[in-house]
């Protein structure tokens, strides 16, 4: 109460200074008056009432003294003064806070990307007693679901345990509209219990919703698809759309930041376990069968296991959890083992053990992705932040430098070093202040697009400015503004009034060196960012310029999902025949191929092959699998090396056939000629082996980025897999004709439904963009460190041709030619640009060495990079120095000399 | 008179005599607040006049005195001070903390 009543006084204290200062005014008058009344003379009275009332200076100051914090007040003028004396330059000040708002920006966002992706922990309670269950490479381990049941019924201890199967698409029809792929999660019903996460609005599930064998056809829905697509409507519960054709009711919507266990995998709609049979939906799973496998059984089978475990264990839970998990998960590992023919398959087996972990923050597998762009980025910005110290560092000392007449005056004067060198760290404070708001409006609205660009799947879950990010940089400004205002306040405190005043403009000691210093290290340190960004940007290039194995123009791809339109194997191939004439009627159309996969679709198969024969070496773990039509090798433009491709002949009653990829071969084979040979799926030959009839050119399937894998191909009409890839080969540009043909496709099977019309360019170009960002981020801050750095050379030499105009003059007026002059400045920027270009070299090569394997391993050293970079150093110093060195060159000493 | 025979002000005492004189005259201005105080102690108090202003503004700051414009007796607008309530209870307080402090000191001096 004192504290806000003095406050008060405080803000209202200039009204209140004047009002007292009247009243001794009228005091004084009144004693005159009284004095005069009294009989003495005018004068008289006014020396005795000056007498009585005292010294009037010393009652002023007890006045001001006793209206506020006499502290607070002397720090208020420095502020006051500081904000006027930036606010007199305004150039200067504007650019200097750009300058710390890009670093404490930058920083702002990508401490907020990092955050949400890497460390943010589920939005549900004590989500450190979250735990999944991994395999030994630390990825999710599937479990089929006898072995969560088992798990269910052995353990007593508090907290929970549900499983979640991976997302799936399905086609979501509201009313009558036409159907779009939603993406589906099937949960225990247990789920939203255990994660502790209540309904938004109705509810989540309840035991009832999924009695084995009969599940209830409901599904909880997430916010983001609420609010997108039913409006918003809280009375949208209730609510029943169809999921693959089967109407299901929307019992719930999720709360706002729940976006399920993984992030950037965001579920629209959350099923019970039980229902993934009446829908045909199958999420990833892995099937070891001996037998016909059912998709209506797989919650009863324990040979497939499609299930994630989540696990709420309280502290001091863990260990009984473990040993209960092994205890459940052994009758799986056995039955699976008995079905396996191979002894080595079945050592393997026996000694697989998944774990159980913490798991705070749920599981993605954007994180990998991003690890090492989060970890280039966490450098860039520090560097960033460097950069913008050093700049508006060497900025500060030079202005500190052109003020020093002024200074030595005020020293002279009697102005406290300490009060002087208070008035550089508020300058210093206020900059990184105001630097820090801007900033924090800029990482505001630059995490989300940077979000967007460098983690595309995982904007939902990003957190943008909280109190947290706030406080930290909040501390980075506070530290700034000390080291900012620091470097004058230290140099300032050491200037010598008198040889300030005898026109010694030198500065103080040291101060010019350290000006330099902090030149050379900007200029190197934006050489390693444009080194790390031409390093990265090559790297970049020669991904993209290798081969991968099929054609990147020309060529329209999209997947599709038969199950979730119930079209059964037997209706398929002519289904498939009509897309493909309804393809073929545009003329631009040369072939149209089907897959199960495709390239760059984001699946994969794979099977465990076993060659026969003398002399071929078995694969050691399961191959990858690609089931194919005839046409799929001419649509993706993928070379036949050896053999024949399939033909139309090759159906379901002829041999079996199969096409492997060059790798393969060479693995299997070595340098003897496959065609001819045989494998099968078991380890025994027989009357089911297939024959391999041709060698298929490698390619990148996967992604562009890694090594193409070993393959085998089989024809549709061969293998049980369903086709889910269209590739159209066409005459001219793609993106161009995609429209076109996605209508005609579409419109020729209107209950399939396909996603991602892509050309192939286009997926790869996916694929690496979060890398082209980091270029990209990279290359720019490079550039504008470079820009900064110039900025300070020629702010430098510019204040070095101030101090020396004198000495300039005199050589220029005993004969020395302005070219001279001209060519000594210059030389100087050079000096500076090379000290910069080899520091910047070496720091670049130095780093890898420092920074470990994370960043630059799979980088190797671009001299042409490097190069670059090092000339763009020594360019920025030439160009910063060359108006300071005209300038120099047009002293015209008559009219300096005449002035002294 | 010689500037012996003047007592100077113990530490802390003027801010009891400015409340002492608002609470048995009333509104008064500065000026008036000095001048009794001066009379009162038949002009033996050796007050700087000028010193009474910090005063004024550390008791309305603690909220035991109110201040308003008004016209004094010469009709010249001064600032008239008056007490309040919280004031009032003040005053009480250090009045019978001056009497303890007065009776210790006596009490110190006689048995001296």
């Not at chain 1, 369903?722 to 995609?738: E, K, P, T, Y």
């Not at chain 2, 004189?21 to 009333?26: I, P, R, S």
């Amino acid at each position: 109460m004192r504290f806000l009543r003095k406050l008060g006084h405080l803000l209202g204290r200039r009204s209140r200074l004047q009002r007292l200062e009247e009243e001794m005014r009228t005091h004084l008058e009144m004693s005159i008056d009284e004095g005069i009344r009294s009989g003495l003379a005018p004068a008289e009275a006014r020396r005795r009432a000056q007498l009585a009332f005292g010294n009037t200076l010393a009652t002023r100051e007890g006045v001001t003294d006793a209206l506020g914090w006499p502290v607070l007040e002397s720090i208020w003028q420095d502020l006051c003064q500081s904000a006027r004396s930036l606010y007199r330059r305004p150039l200067f000040t504007l650019s200097l806070v750009a300058v710390l708002a890009l670093g404490i920006g930058g920083t702002g966002s990508i401490t907020s990307l990092v955050r949400s992706v890497l460390l943010a922990p589920l939005p549900v309670p004590h989500p450190e007693e979250i735990h999944l269950a991994v395999a030994s490479d630390g990825e999710p381990q599937l479990l089929s679901a006898p072995t969560l049941q088992r798990l269910a019924s052995a353990v007593t201890f508090r907290g929970g345990i549900a499983g979640y199967s991976d997302n799936c698409r399905v086609a979501l029809g509201v009313d009558e509209q036409p159907v779009e792929p939603v993406v589906a999660q099937f949960v225990t019903v247990d789920f939203f219990r255990t994660l502790g996460v209540p309904a938004a609005y109705g509810r989540t599930f309840t035991a009832a919703d999924d009695r084995l064998g009969e599940p209830a056809a409901v599904g909880v829905v997430s916010w983001e698809f609420w609010r997108r697509r039913l409006g918003g409507d809280p009375a949208a519960v209730g609510r029943t759309v169809r999921l693959n054709g089967l109407p299901v009711a929307v019992v719930g919507v999720a709360p706002k930041r729940f976006c399920g266990v993984s992030l950037g995998d965001d579920a629209d709609f959350w099923l019970p376990l039980g229902l993934h049979a009446p829908l045909r939906a199958s999420p990833s799973h892995r099937t070891i069968s001996d037998g016909p496998v059912v998709l209506a059984e797989r919650v009863r089978d324990d040979r497939v296991a499609w299930l994630n475990l989540l696990l709420r264990l309280p502290a001091g839970c863990q260990a009984d959890a473990a040993g209960a998990f092994a205890a459940a998960w052994q009758p799986h590992r056995d039955r699976v083992a008995a079905i396996m023919h191979d002894p080595q398959d079945r050592a393997e087996c026996s000694k697989r053990a998944p774990r159980i972990v913490p798991s705070p923050q749920g599981y993605s597998n954007l994180r990998n992705g991003f690890r090492r762009t989060g970890l280039t980025l966490s450098l860039l910005v520090g560097a960033v932040v460097l950069v913008a110290t050093a700049n508006s560092a060497t900025l500060l000392l030079l202005r500190l430098l052109s003020r020093t007449r002024e200074l030595g005056v005020r020293l002279a004067l009697g102005a406290g070093r300490l009060r002087l060198a208070r008035g550089f760290m508020m300058e210093g404070l206020l900059l990184s202040a105001a630097g820090a708001v801007v900033g924090l409006l800029l990482a505001g609205g630059l995490t989300p697009l940077l979000a967007e660009w460098l983690v595309p799947g995982a904007v939902g879950g990003v957190v943008g400015v909280d109190g947290t990010l706030v406080g930290l940089l909040a501390a980075m400004a506070v530290l700034l503004g000390l080291v900012l205002g620091g470097v004058p306040a230290w140099f300032g405190a050491r200037l010598a009034p008198q040889a300030v005043l005898q026109r010694q403009l030198g500065g103080p000691r040291g101060s010019l060196r350290f000006g330099r210093a902090l030149i050379v290290f900007q200029l190197a340190l934006s050489v390693v960012l444009i080194a790390v960004a031409g390093a990265l940007a090559v790297d970049l290039r020669r991904t993209l310029q290798a081969s991968c194995g099929y054609a990147r123009e020309s060529v329209v791809t999209a997947q599709f999902n038969f199950a979730s339109a119930g079209i059964e194997a037997v209706r398929q191939p002519a289904v498939l025949e009509r897309l493909r004439t309804a393809a073929r009627e545009l003329p631009q159309v040369q072939a149209v191929g089907f897959a199960a996969c495709g390239p760059l679709g984001g699946g994969r198969l794979s099977s465990r092959l076993y060659f026969r024969g003398d002399g071929v070496r078995q694969p050691a773990d399961a191959t990858q699998h690609e089931n194919i039509d005839p046409e799929y090798f001419a649509a993706l433009g993928m070379t036949l090396l050896q053999g024949r491709v399939f033909e139309i002949t090759d159906n379901a009653s002829s041999p079996r056939v199969a096409l492997i990829s060059q790798r393969l071969s060479r693995e299997v084979f070595g340098g003897a000629d496959p065609v001819g040979r045989r494998f099968g799926f078991g380890v025994k030959a027989g009357a089911e082996d297939w024959e391999i009839v041709g060698v298929v050119a490698d390619a990148r399937v996967n992604s562009v980025r890694e090594e193409p894998p070993a393959l085998i191909y089989t024809p549709l009409t061969q293998w049980r897999q369903d086709a889910g890839f269209l590739a159209i080969r066409v005459a001219g540009d793609a993106a161009a004709l995609r429209p076109a043909l996605e209508a005609r496709v579409k419109a020729a099977e209107p209950g399939l439904l396909f996603v991602r019309w892509l050309t192939v360019q286009e997926r790869i170009e996916r694929g690496v963009r979060n890398e082209r960002a980091t270029v990209r981020l990279t290359a720019g801050f490079g550039l504008l460190a470079t820009l900064l750095a110039g900025i300070g050379v020629f702010g430098a030499l510019g204040y070095l041709i101030t101090t020396r105009s004198h000495a300039i003059a005199v050589r220029l007026a005993v004969g020395a030619a302005p070219g001279m002059v001209w060519r000594g400045v210059v030389c100087e920027a050079f000096w500076l640009g090379l000290c910069g270009a080899l520091g910047g070299v070496m720091l670049a090569w130095l780093l890898p060495l420092w920074m470990g394997a994370w960043l630059m391993a799979e980088l190797r050293p671009s001299w042409l990079a490097l190069g670059g970079a090092a000339a763009s150093g020594l360019f920025a110093a030439l160009l910063g120095g060359l108006r300071p060195a005209r300038r120099a060159a047009k002293i015209d000493p008559l009219v300096l000399l005449k002035a002294e | 008179m010689s500037r012996d025979q003047r007592t100077e002000l113990l530490q802390g005492t003027l801010d009891l005599l400015v409340l002492k004189t608002l609470a048995a005259l009333g509104a008064l201005h500065g000026f008036g607040i000095a001048r009794r105080i001066e009379q009162i102690s038949g002009d033996t108090v050796l007050l700087n006049q000028g010193t009474i202003y910090p005063a004024l503004v550390r008791l309305e700051d603690q909220g035991w005195i109110a201040s308003e414009w008004g016209v004094s007796e010469n009709n010249r607008r001064a600032r008239f001070y008056s007490i309040t309530a919280a004031g009032r209870k003040q005053l009480k307080d250090e009045v019978a903390n001056w009497e303890r402090v007065e009776a210790l000191v006596n009490a110190v001096l006689a048995a001296g």
